[in-house]
């Protein structure tokens, strides 16, 4: 957990669970599955290249109230699409380390994202 401004806030993580076709957020206290994600804040890549089993990179965040679970379109609506945040399971590498906002979507794919109007997005 992290002390920021007099509130505590806690890691969470966020993977694809391939097996149920889902992303997992995890934290602490609790574990849910969501069909998509709106990551509305910063973020970082996280590696764990010593775990046995899979999952062994994940997204975290320590600002859980960024977390949309399955957003409603209009709000994605409000981003754009800037690149693809890509996971390489063989050498355990993502190819973006961290950013401000990132899409979680249905079909397994990860996003980047820039608010519309925005100069903002994610940094190598």
């Not at 934290?27 to 994600?37: C, F, G, L, P, V």
């Not at 679970?69 to 890509?86: D, G, R, S, W």
């Amino acid at each position: 957990m992290i002390m920021e401004s007099g509130y505590v806030m806690m890691k969470s993580r966020i993977h694809r669970c391939n097996c149920r076709k889902t992303w997992s957020v995890q934290n602490r206290k609790r574990k849910m599955n969501a069909s998509s994600i709106l990551l509305s804040g910063d973020w970082t890549s996280e590696l764990k290249p010593e775990r046995k089993c899979d999952p062994k990179g994940f997204v975290t965040t320590t600002s859980s109230q960024d977390i949309i679970i399955n957003p409603a379109k209009q709000l994605v609506e409000q981003f754009e699409k800037t690149t693809q945040l890509i996971y390489d399971k063989q050498n355990i590498h993502f190819n973006v380390e961290n950013g401000k906002y990132l899409y979680f979507a249905e079909d397994g794919s990860c996003y980047l994202l820039r608010k519309r109007g925005d100069g903002s997005s994610a940094s190598a």
